[in-house]
Structures are given as C-alpha cells and as structure tokens.
C-alpha cells in the first residue's frame, strides 16, 4: 500500500508536471499568439496609413507645381491643406518615439488620415517594440527622414511663394523651383519604398519566426496544437490576404500614376513587370512590350541615343556593375502614334544572394514637356545674352566717342583746363573699359579684375609716356571677380590713385616704383597702392581735403561699404578695405 501510495504521489506529481508544462505552454503560446498577431496586425495597418500619407504627398506635390506654373493662390492653399495629415503624422511619431509618449495625442494625430479605429489603436503599437523588432525601428527612422523631406518641399513652396508675390519669378527660377520639387519628390518616393520593403519584410520575418515557434508549441501540445495551430493558421492566412490587399492597394496608386514602372530581366531582356500606365505613356500595349522584350524600347530609340542606352545596358551585365550602373537616364523613343518624346528613366539593380545583377527596376515618365520648356529657356538666355552683349558693346562705344571728343578738345587746352579734361578723360576711360570686360566675359555679370587692372594700368602708364619708362609698376593681383557695382567704382578708385601718384608723386622725380596689390582675405577684398614718389604734402589730412579726386575716393569707397586708410613713410599707401558678400 506504501508503494502505491508513494505510485501515487509520483504520477500526481507527473500529471501535475506535465500540466504544468503544458500550462506554461499554452501560456507562452497565447502570450506569443498576441503579440505576433498584434504586431502583424500593426505592420498591415502601417501599410494602410502609408498609402494615405503617400496619396497625401502626390497630391500636395502636385499642387505646388501647379501653384509655381499657374501662380494661383488657390492651389497654395490646396498645397499647405494636403500637407496637413503630414504634420499631424509628425506630431504621432514625435510622441510615440519621445520618453513620456502621450498616446492621446498621437491617437488625435492618425485620425487626420480617416483611419479605421482599431487600426488607430494598432499604429500606437508597434514603438513600445523598437528595440527588440529592428524592422520597426528603420521603418521609424525611415519615417523620420521622410518629414525631413517634407520639410524640404515646405522649404521650396515658401521659397517659391516668396518669388511670386515679390514678382521675382521668371522662367529660370520656374526651372530651379521644378527640379527642386523632382528632387524632393523622388527622395519622398525612394523613401516611401523602402517604408513599405521594411514593413513587408518585418511582416514576413515576423510570421515566420512566430510560425516557427508555433511548429515548436504545436509539437509538446499534441491535443491543443491542433486547434490552435488552426486557429493561428486561419488568423495569418486572414492577415496575409489583409496585407495583400493592403500591397494591392499601394500597387494600384502606383499604377495609376503618371510613371510607368517596370522590371528588367537582365538574363532573358524580358519585362517581368511593367505598369497599365504605358498604354498612355508610349502607346503601345503591355502585351506589345512583353512580347518584345526589351529590344521593342531599344529598336524604337532615337537613332542619336540608341548606342548610349545598349552600351549602359551592357555595362549592367558585367563586372564592377555599381562602377558603371547609371540610376537615371534620359532618351528618346518612338511612340506608338510615330512621334518622338523624351523619357526620364530612374532605375535600380536588384541583385541576388551573391551579388550578381539580375533585374532593373525603375519608373519611366515622358518629361517631353519639360525639355521643350528648357529648351524655351535656354532660347530666351541666349537672345538676352546677345541683347546684353549689344548693350554693353554700344556703351563702351558711346563713352569711347566720349572720350575721344574730350581728348581732342584736351589737345587745344592748356594749364588747369588741360589737367580738368585729363582726368575727366581718364574716368570715363575706367568706365569704358568696365563695359568691354562684361563684353568679352561669357556671364555679362562679373569682370575678372586681374585682367581688368592689368590693362587699366598699362593704359595710364601710356598716358604718362614721359613718366612710363622710368617708373616700374609692380602688381600682385589676385583673379577676383567683381559685379558691375562693385568693379565701376573701384575702377575710379585705381584710376584717381594712379593719376594722382603720377602727377604728384613722380611729376619731380627722376622715376620710382609704383606697387598695385589686390587680394582677398575670407570674406573682405583689399586694394593697396603705395608708390615712393615725392610723398604726400606737409599737413595732409584725409579728412579736410578738398580736391576733387580725394572727395570721389573717399565718396566711392563709402559706395562699397569700405574703409580708408593712408600711411606715409617711405612709401605713401592708400588702402581700401570693402566686404565681397
């Protein structure tokens, strides 16, 4: 009786084991069944609430080109209301990712998106497990680089909204504005890619761990694994069709967009995929370009473009590919109503296990529209360029008549009124040759003062002819570039400088050295002219001169926002200093 007793006690405490296994199991299983479910859960409402915030940001894009091509006010409106789930997105993520969240807050911010409530509930889920699942940590971070972007295009918009009302914008700065929001709104898309590669991948990592250890469960609960296995079953099947509906959703935005995606079987040339959206694009059907492979698109290039495109595609099937691979490519191609029109391609390799290229993936659009306006543009610069050239060609003529009446009537003068019609001559000469250097450059904007200073001086020097073999000119000349306000005025200052040391500093000597330096210091210029002549006169003070040329120094350098300095020891020296920016 002892033994069945002590039978007894140790088959309890067996059963008792066993339950106890078998509780902690089902303990585990449940508690594992929640949190795969509920995290499954959470990446396919993830992928719901992406489409809304992707379908957001098209819209707003689009908005604000029209804004910038229109210049309607409305459709500023409509862009900053578009916008708006973006911000209220922003304001969840900040919350959910900060230390103290405040789920309130973040519930109030998805619900901008018109969301169904239980899937508000499971978009608050998923960052209390950041750390421990990295898929949903890159998809945060992910998240927070596309409002980085965001902020980007607000950036544009009031840059752009500040051309129009300031009646700035032109058709250059239309350009600048256009290719700034492709910029952003192709960083945008890039992103909202990848948002949705990691929340699949994350969904399927995690299904497929949470299958593996519901096998494991399934084998030490023989009698509950079978109900529960099916139960788990028939819930993941539910939420893969869910996240199959949700990607079949993300697929058709894409397919009703005005690009047309694809991929590239590198091995056969054959298209594996490619939008509905060609039809409109290329005219042709998707059943025509499948056919066809991708030698339809190369037979149907333009002939100036069709050797470029092969060789790139070549280079995608060799070796050191990433060296080669270009991501975004233009060319032209024959529609199908015959007529030509240019097409953007942005593409990327996809590689398999070992490296190896084994398709294209990209997004065509027909920018044709866009170059015809670029090539509008660049039509209107050159005609401006030209009418710009005439303009400064005609000004340096007119002075040089100018300057040419001025020297013959010096020729008939003498004394005061001689040195009067000199130095009216030589000021006019400065400006003159301001408008030949704009000229000759290819910008119209700057003049290389290098260049500039070397020919002024040696123009100066020839008016001095008695002076000219005797004096030696030194120059240290940096090639800086001046704008026309600041390059007139400082070709005054040089020429007053040098005419002065000329006829005073050397009017009774034997010869000298006269030094000219010209040079940059970050963000000021420096002009120092210094000669060892006869010196300044006794009880020379800046400050109460009267003469002409010191007045239009001073008054000129005022003009470029600098300072003035004179020094006499054993040379005499002006100095001007004056900020370039």
Same mark, same amino acid.
């Given at each position: 009786?002892?033994?069945?007793?002590?039978?007894?006690?140790r088959?309890?405490?067996?059963?008792?084991?066993?339950?106890?296994?078998?509780?902690?199991?089902?303990?585990?299983?449940i508690?594992?069944?929640?949190?795969?479910?509920?995290?499954?859960?959470?990446?396919?409402?993830?992928t719901?609430?992406?489409?809304?915030w992707?379908?957001?940001q098209?819209?707003?894009?689009?908005?604000?080109?029209?804004?910038?091509v229109?210049?309607?006010?409305?459709?500023?409106a409509?862009?900053?209301?578009r916008?708006?789930?973006?911000?209220?997105f922003q304001?969840?993520?900040r919350?959910?990712?900060?230390?103290?969240?405040?789920?309130?807050?973040?519930?109030r911010?998805?619900?901008?998106?018109?969301?169904?409530?239980k899937?508000?509930e499971?978009?608050?889920?998923?960052?209390?497990?950041?750390?421990?699942?990295?898929?949903?940590?890159r998809?945060?971070?992910?998240?927070?680089?596309?409002?980085?972007?965001?902020? %980007? $295009?607000?950036?544009? !918009?009031? /840059?752009?909204? =500040?051309a129009?009302?300031?009646?700035?914008?032109?058709?250059? *700065?239309?350009?600048?504005?256009?290719?700034?929001?492709?910029?952003?709104d192709?960083?945008l898309?890039?992103?909202?890619?990848?948002?949705?590669?990691?929340?699949?991948?994350?969904?399927?990592?995690?299904?497929?761990?949470?299958?593996?250890?519901?096998?494991?469960?399934?084998?030490?609960?023989?009698?509950?694994?079978?109900?529960?296995?099916s139960?788990?079953?028939?819930?993941?099947?539910?939420?893969?069709?869910e996240?199959?509906a949700s990607?079949?959703?993300?697929?058709?935005v894409?397919?009703?967009?005005?690009?047309?995606?694809?991929?590239? %079987? $590198?091995?056969?040339? !054959?298209? /594996?995929?490619? =939008?509905?959206?060609?039809?409109?694009?290329?005219?042709?059907? *998707?059943e025509?370009?499948?056919a066809?492979?991708?030698?339809?698109?190369?037979?149907?290039?333009?002939?100036?473009?069709r050797?470029?495109?092969?060789?790139?595609?070549?280079?995608?099937?060799?070796?050191?590919?990433?060296?080669?691979?270009?991501?975004?490519?233009?060319?032209?191609?024959?529609?199908?109503?015959?007529?030509?029109?240019?097409?953007?391609?942005?593409?990327?390799?996809?590689q398999?296990?070992?490296?190896?290229?084994?398709?294209?993936?990209?997004?065509v659009?027909?920018?044709?529209?866009?170059?015809?306006?670029?090539?509008?543009?660049?039509?209107?610069?050159?005609?401006?360029?030209?009418?710009?050239?005439?303009?400064?060609?005609?000004?340096?003529?007119n *002075?040089?008549?100018v300057t040419?009446?001025?020297?013959?009537?010096?020729n008939?003068?003498?004394?005061?009124?001689?040195?009067?019609?000199?130095?009216?001559e030589?000021?006019?000469?400065?400006?003159?040759?301001?408008h030949?250097?704009l000229?000759?450059?290819?910008s119209?904007?700057?003049v290389?003062?290098?260049?500039y200073?070397?020919?002024?001086?040696?123009?100066?020097?020839?008016?001095?002819a008695?002076?000219?073999?005797s004096?030696?000119?030194?120059?240290?000349v940096?090639?800086?570039?001046?704008?026309?306000?600041?390059?007139?005025?400082?070709?005054?200052?040089?020429?007053?400088?040098?005419?002065?040391?000329?006829?005073?500093?050397?009017?009774?000597?034997?010869g000298?050295?006269?030094?000219?330096?010209?040079?940059?210091?970050?963000?000021?210029?420096?002009?120092r002219?210094?000669?060892?002549?006869?010196?300044?006169?006794?009880?020379?003070?800046?400050?109460?001169?009267?003469?002409?040329?010191?007045?239009?120094?001073?008054?000129?350098?005022s003009?470029?926002?600098?300072t003035?300095?004179?020094?006499?020891?054993?040379?005499?020296?002006?100095?001007?200093?004056?900020?370039?920016?």
């Amino acid at each position: 009786m002892a033994d069945g007793k002590k039978e007894r006690v140790r088959g309890g405490r067996s059963i008792f084991t066993v339950t106890l296994v078998l509780v902690v199991i089902t303990l585990f299983w449940i508690a594992a069944t929640h949190f795969g479910l509920s995290v499954l859960s959470a990446f396919r409402a993830y992928t719901v609430a992406e489409s809304r915030w992707t379908n957001a940001q098209k819209q707003a894009v689009g908005h604000l080109l029209r804004y910038i091509v229109e210049q309607q006010p409305e459709s500023y409106a409509r862009f900053t209301e578009r916008l708006e789930l973006h911000a209220a997105f922003q304001t969840s993520r900040r919350t959910l990712l900060s230390d103290t969240p405040d789920r309130d807050l973040a519930r109030r911010g998805f619900q901008t998106a018109d969301l169904h409530p239980k899937d508000i509930e499971l978009l608050l889920l998923p960052a209390r497990f950041r750390a421990i699942i990295p898929y949903i940590g890159r998809a945060f971070e992910i998240w927070r680089e596309g409002d980085d972007r965001i902020s %980007d $295009l607000r950036r544009v !918009a009031q /840059d752009a909204q =500040s051309a129009v009302e300031d009646r700035r914008i032109d058709a250059e *700065l239309t350009l600048e504005f256009l290719h700034r929001i492709e910029a952003v709104d192709q960083s945008l898309t890039d992103l909202q890619t990848s948002f949705n590669a990691t929340i699949t991948e994350g969904a399927q990592a995690i299904q497929t761990v949470f299958l593996r250890l519901l096998v494991a469960a399934g084998a030490g609960l023989i009698v509950t694994g079978y109900a529960v296995t099916s139960f788990i079953f028939r819930k993941t099947t539910e939420l893969t069709r869910e996240i199959a509906a949700s990607e079949s959703k993300f697929r058709r935005v894409l397919e009703h967009s005005r690009d047309v995606v694809y991929e590239l %079987d $590198l091995e056969s040339g !054959a298209y /594996d995929y490619m =939008s509905p959206a060609v039809k409109s694009v290329l005219g042709y059907t *998707l059943e025509e370009i499948q056919a066809g492979g991708l030698n339809f698109i190369i037979d149907r290039m333009h002939p100036e473009d069709r050797k470029r495109m092969e060789k790139e595609i070549l280079e995608a099937k060799g070796v050191d590919v990433e060296q080669h691979f270009t991501k975004e490519t233009e060319y032209r191609v024959r529609t199908g109503w015959g007529e030509y029109i240019w097409i953007n391609n942005r593409r990327m390799l996809v590689q398999d296990t070992d490296g190896q290229p084994v398709a294209i993936v990209g997004a065509v659009r027909d920018i044709t529209a866009q170059k015809e306006h670029e090539a509008l543009i660049h039509k209107s610069l050159d005609e401006n360029r030209t009418l710009l050239a005439e303009i400064h060609h005609r000004v340096k003529n007119n *002075l040089a008549v100018v300057t040419s009446l001025l020297s013959l009537q010096k020729n008939k003068a003498t004394g005061e009124s001689y040195d009067i019609l000199h130095d009216a001559e030589s000021r006019i000469s400065s400006i003159a040759m301001i408008h030949e250097k704009l000229y000759q450059s290819d910008s119209f904007a700057e003049v290389n003062m290098k260049e500039y200073i070397a020919e002024f001086v040696r123009g100066i020097a020839r008016a001095y002819a008695p002076l000219e073999a005797s004096v030696v000119i030194k120059q240290n000349v940096e090639a800086i570039h001046l704008d026309m306000t600041r390059a007139v005025p400082l070709g005054l200052i040089l020429n007053e400088l040098l005419n002065n040391a000329y006829k005073h500093g050397f009017a009774h000597a034997d010869g000298g050295e006269l030094t000219i330096n010209f040079e940059r210091h970050d963000d000021t210029v420096v002009l120092r002219v210094s000669d060892n002549g006869s010196g300044l006169p006794a009880g020379f003070n800046l400050d109460d001169t009267r003469t002409l040329g010191m007045t239009l120094v001073q008054t000129l350098t005022s003009q470029l926002r600098g300072t003035l300095e004179v020094t006499q020891n054993d040379l005499t020296t002006f100095q001007i200093e004056f900020p370039i920016v």
